[in-house]
């Protein structure tokens, strides 16, 4: 099974966030993507959004970059690229 995300929006509005990021995400006008949801693990949701995301993020002209956190920090995060000269770091839940 497929879905579609599309006309994404930024929160809270007028941000230097916003202003970064805003010709990247408008390069991404629908990104499909599959998802299916298991039997085991209370029907849990699973999806492959960030893949799909990371690829037309990249397509768009973000740049694929790796983050170098500190030995003492163990989160790992989904994707990292790098924008006009700054790093973003991509996390979902």
Known sequence: ???????????????????????????????????????RNSNQFTSHFDSK????LLASGGQLTQLSLPKAIFKECDFSFSFREKVVVVEGN
């Open 53 to 56: 995301l990371q690829a037309n």
């Open 1 to 39: 099974m497929e879905l579609i995300a599309c006309n994404f929006e930024f929160f809270p509005q007028g941000s230097k966030v916003t202003e970064l990021l805003r010709p990247l995400l408008d390069g991404c006008v629908k990104i499909r993507f599959p998802y299916s949801i298991g039997e």
